[in-house]
Every structure is written in structure tokens, then in C-alpha cells.
């Protein structure tokens, strides 16, 4: 079967724009810049994703166009004979079914709080009705399970036509509508009475509050924040570095789409934290920003119900290109694997997805009292915890092992395919640093998150997910370590 392409350069840098943007970019890098001393964070954020995202990205994209094929058969294309790197292709299947059984479910709440939006419901609404507004949605699973199911299929349905006429087009709409709300918000909020403290605490450099918040913790911080935000690790990109051509280095696209995904996060500061300052209200994070501290501030707004149904129009934008983009990553397991038609993988794909997410909807209420990594715990957290601590950083780690050693793909095979075309080229001299370095910051950020997790559960607990951590480990070592067999 031939294998669609991107019908242009834009294309690609918007569909794979799309599936970094999310929305982490919206409540998460506004919240950390805030905590970790604003724009000081900010700059060592931008250093991390120059020395960690865009060289991970740059493999993930390689292995893509190299092979031609998605994370389920791109391993088996490439590898040498007798090696076990194949076997890491389960981390690239799994995370994306893992990431699709929640990420639906919060596409779908900000669909449903951009339809409250265009018909007013918070307008002029108190602070105890806009939370209770939060937990009645959360309290009801069949609301839950509508606006997730109803997500789920417009998405398939875009992915049903293809590359080109379905996931481009929509994506180019959607991403250039995304970005023209977000400078609109923006430019609105900076412009409030009371903004200016907000803007000054968003963008000058507090170095106390670094030292009182650990600069150790400050820098991890904007390192883990740089290492997830781009969504590597799990073929998210490289089914997309499957669909380009070879007119243009790889190196150069990464950093184009890097650039993007940053604009989104700093504009969703300047939405978010002058507008808390404004009204009064301290910046703070997760759903509780989004889903309360929001809408309690359009509700004070004049001319609230507009504001407030174009930020979450530009939040349900930001969650369904990505949506779309995991879905198109999936879809190609079973074309890669099984050799199915695209109509055939998009159906089986959709009644999996819908079905597989039913128990995120139901953690919040049927499930509620199925903590499992702890209390206050639900099934979500179980769920984004493996993901965004294990199969990502995991995954990570395994491509770029994979690009450099000799028993794996290699050093020289990626240089020549990172840089074909015209473009920034990736440099030669930084092998030593992708071989070794790069790889030892990786394991030490996956590490770290399995210790600030689970430190504050005592020796018991910390000392039993420890382990956990070193085997999973141990298996990303162990497939790149298999030594080929002679004949």
C-alpha cells in the first residue's frame, strides 16, 4: 500500500505542532513559571529544550522518515539482524492507547465548557455556583461519557479521510485559528486594569524565590517540563516524520515545531496570569486553573460569556489536534502490522478508544474510590503517571540509544537521513554528547519523577516503585545492549 505524504512543508510543522501543543502548554508552563521565579525559569526552560527536546525530537523524526513506517514496524526496518529493538515498540503502542484513555475524556470537558460558554451558562455566575458547576460535570457519568464519546468520533472521522484531506487540513484550520484566538486573549488580558503586577511577576527574573524553592528544583523542573512538553517518546512524531519527504533537514523542522509549541506556552502565561492579577485571584494549577479559577474571572469580566467561550474554543482546538494526532498514530499500527485499510483501522480504532476510556470517565464517579497510587488518587492520575513518567522518558531514551549505537540503527545512518534536504543540519561533533550525556540526563529525569512521586509515602512505598523504576528500566537496556547475532 502506498504511503500517503504531507501535501506541504506547512503541513507537517502544524500537524506535528498540533500534537506537542496541549494542554500542559495552558495550565502547566504558566503555574511553573510563576513558582520558579519567572522569566529566570523561563530562560533555563529555553536551554533544556535546545539541549534535550529538539535532539530527541530530531531521532524521533529519523526513525520516522528512515523507516517509513509508524513506531509499530519502524524498529524492524532499521535494525540490524538478531538485535532486540523491536521489542520497544510496545512502549510507542501502549502510550498512545494509554494517552487516548484520558486525554479524551479532558478534550471532551473542554468541549463541553466551551458549549457552556457560547450559551452563557457562567455568565455573571458566583464562585460557589462556577465550582459546583465542576464537580456536578465530574459527578455525572453519562455527561462524561457523551462529550468523551462525541470527541472520539470526530476525530476518527477526520482521520478517516486521510493525511492530506482530513488530519492537514483540519489541523492547518484549526492551529492558525488556535494561534490568532491566543494573541487575541492575550492581548486583551495584559490590558486589564491590574495587569501590570501580573506581567512583572510572569516575566522578571525572581531569584529569590528560585533560592527558596531549591535552584536544584527550579532547574529539574524546567528540565522536565522541556523533556514532556513536546510530546516524545511514544511515536507521537514519528508516524508524522513517516508522511515527509526528503526536501528539508529533519533538524530544522524540529526546531520550526519547537518555536511553536513555545509561542503557545509563553502566550498562555500572558492570558492566564495578568488576568488572575487583575481580579485578585493567585495563579494556581491543574484543573482547579482551568475549570474554576477561569471561568470565575470571565464571570467578572465585562463581556465575559465572549472571553470566555473563545478561551476554551482555543483550549478544545489545542486538545483535539492532538487528539487527532495520537489517533493517526494508532490508526497506523494496524495498517503497519496487520495491513489493514485505513477504513477498517479507523472503525476497529474508535470502538477501542471509546470503550478504553470509559474507565477515566467513571474514576470520577462510579471508580472514586479506586485510589491507586494513593489518596486522593483516581484512575486518570494512574494513568497519566505511566505515561508521563515511565513510557515517555522510557521511550525517549530507547531512540536515542537507537540512533547511536553501532549495534542499533547508528550514528552515521542518522546523520545521513537527519540531514537530507536543505536546512539546519545536525551537527557531526555531538555525538559524544547524544551517545552518553543525553542518555544519562534522560534515565536521571525518570529517575527523579519516581522519587518526587512517590518520597512523600514513606521508605516502604518509595523504596517498592524505586525498584519498579530500575526494572523498567533494565528493559530499554537490555533491548539496546542485545548484541547481533553472526551467522
Given at each position: ?186 492581548v486583551h488580558s495584559i490590558f486589564l486594569e491590574g495587569a501590570g503586577e501580573g506581567i512583572r511577576f510572569y516575566l522578571v ?50 526546531i520550526s515545531i519547537t518555536a511553536l509549541d513555545t509561542f503557545v506556552a509563553l502566550m498562555a502565561g500572558f492570558i492566564i ?171 536521571v529525569i525518570y529517575l527523579k519523577g519516581y522519587y518526587d512521586k512517590f518520597a512523600g509515602q514513606g521508605a516502604a512505598a ?26
Open positions: 500500500m502506498k504511503r500517503e505524504k504531507f501535501g506541504s512543508r506547512l503541513g507537517f510543522i502544524l500537524v506535528s505542532a498540533g500534537c506537542a501543543i496541549g494542554i500542559g502548554n495552558v495550565w502547566k508552563f504558566p503555574y511553573m513559571c510563576g513558582e520558579f521565579g519567572g522569566a529566570a525559569f523561563i530562560v533555563i526552560y529555553l536551554i533544556f529544550l535546545l539541549v534535550l527536546g529538539i535532539p530527541v525530537l530530531t531521532c524521533e523524526f529519523a526513525i520516522g522518515r528512515g523507516s517509513g513506517r509508524s513506531v509499530a514496524a519502524g524498529f524492524e526496518r532499521l535494525e540490524p539482524q538478531g538485535t532486540g529493538w523491536h521489542i520497544t515498540k510496545w512502549v510507542g503502542i501502549v502510550g498512545s492507547y494509554l494517552l487516548m484513555m484520558f486525554y479524551t475524556t479532558v478534550g471532551g470537558w473542554m468541549m463541553y465548557y466551551c458549549f457552556r460558554s457560547f450559551t452563557g451558562e457562567f455568565a455573571g455566575a458566583s464562585t460557589e455556583e462556577v465550582t459546583a458547576g465542576f464537580s456536578d460535570m465530574l459527578g455525572n457519568a453519562p455527561v462524561m461519557a457523551f462529550w468523551t464519546t462525541l470527541i472520539c468520533i470526530i476525530g476518527f472521522a477526520v482521520c478517516q479521510f486521510g493525511i492530506q484531506k482530513g488530519i492537514e487540513r483540519v489541523s492547518k484550520f484549526m492551529m492558525s485559528a488556535l494561534l490568532i484566538i491566543m494573541v487575541v486573549l492575550a527574573p525572581d531569584f529569590a524565590r528560585m533560592k527558596e524553592m531549591g535552584i536544584g528544583n527550579v532547574i529539574f523542573g524546567a528540565m522536565s517540563q522541556a523533556f514532556f512538553t513536546l510530546s516524545i517518546g511514544i511515536g507521537a512524531m514519528m508516524i508524522f516524520g513517516s508522511y515527509i519527504g526528503k526536501e528539508r533537514s529533519l533538524m530544522g523542522e524540529a496570569i495578568p488576568s488572575c492579577f487583575a481580579f485578585g485571584i493567585e495563579p494556581g494549577a491543574g484543573p482547579s486553573l482551568i475549570f474554576i479559577t477561569i471561568p470565575n474571572i470571565f464571570a467578572q469580566m465585562p463581556g465575559g460569556q465572549v472571553w470566555s467561550a473563545l478561551f476554551f474554543l482555543f483550549l478544545t482546538f489545542a486538545a483535539f489536534t492532538t487528539i487527532v494526532a495520537v489517533f493517526e498514530n494508532i490508526i497506523s499500527f494496524d495498517i503497519d502490522i496487520f495491513g489493514w485499510s485505513r477504513n477498517k483501522s479507523v472503525l476497529v480504532s474508535a470502538v477501542l478508544i471509546i470503550v478504553l476510556s470509559m474507565p477515566c470517565v467513571l474514576g470520577f464517579n462510579v471508580l472514586a474510590g479506586f485510589e491507586p497510587l494513593g489518596a486522593g488518587t483516581n484512575v486518570l492520575d494512574l494513568e497519566d503517571f505511566i505515561v508521563s513518567n515511565n513510557l515517555l522518558p522510557l521511550g525517549s531514551l530507547g531512540y536515542v540509544l537507537f540512533c547511536t549505537r553501532k549495534n542499533g540503527w547508528g550514528w552515521a545512518h542518522f546523520l545521513e537521513e537527519a540531514n537530507h534536504g536543505k536546512g539546519v543540519r545536525f551537527p557531526e561533533w555531538l555525538e559524544g554528547y547524544m551517545s552518553y550525556v543525553l542518555p544519562l540526563v534522560i534515565t518509595l523504596t517498592g516503585w524505586m525498584i519498579a523504576a530500575v526494572l523498567f528500566l533494565a528493559f530499554i537496556i537490555a533491548c539496546a545492549v542485545v548484541r547481533r547475532q553472526e551467522s
